[in-house]
């Protein structure tokens, strides 16, 4: 964490996801333990922090003798990280043994579809590989969803989206003293179009201004420099109500922490209509209903609206998350970590899903992920960004190959290697 002095007096919501889940970390460390409980340690750091968190789990596990008991839906993680792996599904053990031997060579059916479901970084696929399992598996009715949204005609030839000059900056130290306060710049003069039907890609570390960018576009950070707008309307001028109010029909936001995002007060079906009824799309029954064909289209199941969050897993409360962002029928979905608190199985049919969507109803996308395998298969093009700069844009395809920045190259380098997987069953399709 930079700035170990200064952070040591902020509050968590201060920080980033990845920052609270270091934390998390450090406090865990504190006690000096005999035997660790990793659960999903590294689900919400980038790339470069995960290294380092499982380099340094590694290193306790050697040369202090402690014992880690390391729970991910990584298949990546697990691969680089641990001696013997158990599979589980349903509550119950389908398969253990060394590492090594479970991952070039698994036996049992669930296993395999597992590790076909993981997103390559060099091969880029139409379509995530989905599990073929005949157990409890989500399934998605792409085509009522296909029947459910209309198509928007915008203008090919100009973007959907415009950010210009984007600048954020916080409060770092306050003071009645102006030259005593110290501001922090999230975001520094950052531009890029976004055009009608792509998928916009930013990646960075935890930190980088990632999530910053994101709150900026959908107007639920002030724009403190520049400007964004869409289809042709300056959207970020928070004196015109009227567009404010268009424009946030028009863009959802799909949140990072589905913990924090959802109202542990409220009900799932009251969370999803909640969009529907703030702009008034349906009315009575109907309300209900398009929130029980949210709620099955994202797995859960109608029951599950009589629920409280809290009675939830965290990749759960992420579907509730995606089905609340896609009530209002929205032409441009911001993405911010969509997928991380889910395993690589359902990861691939959300993942789908969205793609279905993009190509089918022109769906405009700003993805946001530290998972640079998801990014290589989900974006069009993709910003770099670190300490609030843009440091690179390229097509996802250039930049996977050739990137142009050392800094690029060092996040490319440090994903997780799966050249030892096993590749049964992956698609090509």
């Not at 669930?110 to 989905?130: N, S």
């Not at 974006?379 to 097509?395: F, S, T």
Request: proline share 6%; glycine share 6%; with cysteine.
């Amino acid at each position: 964490i930079p700035e170990p002095d200064v952070r040591l007096d902020q509050y968590p919501h201060q920080f980033s996801g990845g920052m609270r889940q270091r934390v998390v970390i450090a406090l865990a460390l504190c006690s000096e333990p005999d035997v660790i409980i990793a659960d999903e340690p590294t689900t919400a750091l980038d790339v470069s922090v995960q290294a380092q968190i499982l380099d340094l789990i590694k290193e306790l596990a050697r040369e202090r003798q402690v014992g880690v008991i390391l729970i991910t839906h990584d298949i990546g993680v697990i691969a680089d990280t641990t001696d013997v792996v158990t599979v589980m599904y349903l509550g119950e053990v389908v398969e253990t043994g060394p590492t090594t031997e479970i991952m070039q060579n698994p036996q049992h059916a669930y296993t395999k579809t597992l590790i076909a479901a993981v997103p390559r970084p060099t091969i880029k696929l139409k379509r995530f590989p989905q599990m073929s399992y005949d157990g409890r598996e989500t399934r998605f009715a792409i085509d009522d969803l296909r029947r459910d949204w209309k198509k928007v005609a915008h203008d090919p030839g100009k973007p959907l989206l415009e950010a210009r000059n984007l600048r954020k900056t916080f409060v770092k130290k306050q003071s009645l003293l102006p030259w005593m306060r110290e501001d922090f710049t999230a975001v520094d003069d950052v531009s890029f179009d976004i055009w009608p039907g792509e998928v916009f890609g930013v990646v960075g570390e935890s930190g980088s201004g990632k999530s910053t960018i994101a709150r900026m576009i959908c107007g639920l950070y002030g724009v403190d420099g520049g400007q964004v707008s869409f289809d042709g309307t300056v959207v970020s001028d928070p004196t015109d109500a009227a567009a404010q109010m268009a424009y946030r029909k028009r863009i959802q936001m799909i949140f990072q922490d589905p913990y924090s995002s959802l109202n542990p007060r409220m009900r799932v079906r009251d969370i999803v209509a909640e969009p529907i009824l703030h702009h008034r799309l349906l009315e009575g029954a109907a309300v209900q209903h398009r929130v029980s064909e949210l709620l099955e289209r994202v797995g859960l199941g109608t029951e599950a609206g009589l629920r409280y969050p809290n009675e939830f897993s965290g990749g759960q409360r992420q579907r509730i998350s995606i089905a609340r962002a896609l009530a209002t029928q929205p032409e441009f979905l911001i993405c911010d970590e969509p997928t991380s608190a889910l395993d690589v199985s359902i990861q691939a049919q959300i993942l789908n899903i969205l793609k279905d969507l993009q190509e089918h109803l022109g769906l405009t996308m700003l993805f946001i992920s530290h998972d640079l395998p998801v990014v290589r298969q989900m974006c069009d093009r993709v910003a770099v960004v670190k300490d609030g700069k843009l440091m690179e844009l390229q097509d996802t395809d250039s930049l996977f190959a050739n990137p142009k920045t050392s800094y690029t190259a060092e996040l490319l380098e440090l994903m997780p290697r799966l050249s030892d997987l096993s590749t049964e069953g992956l698609g090509t399709s």
